[in-house]
T-cell receptor
């Protein structure tokens, strides 16, 4: 399983773009990158998944460089409600252990 | 439609007692997961059910922990002879077949062992 490294915490302000980077130096050929968001007292919620280059949905964008050893979750124009913990997961969707190993995530605090 | 539900939302029990935690997955989801989350930590995998296959119990921390899934739907996580270190939030998730599929989480059960 590819190990992931994320910052423990980040601060930003309303209206700013926030970028959270995840390092995964040992990512394997078949591995995908998935991000989840967790609000206090709730279970995690899927945000976005990608394999290479750029993926965008209504919530976020995911940027993956050519070597795939890192990825960046980009949240445009954040609001106070984006304060949450963000988890980066890397693994082969066909691997029986995919998504079963979660790190501590990045605690994002948005200030007014 | 209904999401994943868990009950109870909170459970306070005395050390040494047994507890049962319940999870109702989303209809049609054949995969079901149990995780444990201690304060400020990431999720710790406990057990995984997929259809009628034998469950993956590799994450269960001790033989005091067990889980069942009846009829491929509702699941119960049982902790026997609870210890204070069992205090945590227990999260259940379900998904379509294939562990790469998006997991849908319930709100969790907060267990406090006194």
């Amino acid at each position: 399983l590819a190990k992931t490294t994320q910052p423990i915490s980040m601060d930003s302000y309303e209206g700013q773009e926030v970028n959270i980077t995840c390092s995964h130096n040992n990512i394997a050929t078949n591995d995908y990158i998935t991000w989840y968001q967790q609000f206090p007292s709730q279970g995690p919620r899927f945000i976005i998944q990608g394999y290479k280059t750029k993926v965008t949905n209504e919530v976020a964008s995911l940027f993956i460089p050519a070597d795939r050893k890192s990825s960046t979750l980009s949240l445009p124009r954040v609001s106070l409600s984006d304060t949450a913990v963000y988890y980066c997961l890397v693994g082969d969707p066909m691997d029986s252990n995919y998504q079963l190993i979660w790190g501590a995530g990045t605690k994002l605090i948005i200030k007014p | 439609g209904a999401g994943v539900s868990q009950s109870p939302s909170n459970k306070v029990t005395e050390k040494g007692k047994d507890v049962e935690l319940r999870c109702d997955p989303i209809s049609g989801h054949t995969a079901l997961y149990w995780y444990r989350q201690s304060l400020g930590q990431g999720l710790e995998f406990l057990i995984y059910f997929q259809g009628n296959s034998a469950p993956d119990k590799s994450g269960l921390p001790s033989d005091r922990f067990s889980a069942e899934r009846t009829g491929g739907s509702v699941s119960t996580l049982t902790i026997q002879r609870t210890q204070q270190e069992d205090s945590a939030v227990y999260l259940c998730a379900s998904s379509f077949p294939g562990q790469g599929s998006e997991q849908y989480f319930g709100p969790g059960t907060r267990l406090t062992v006194t």
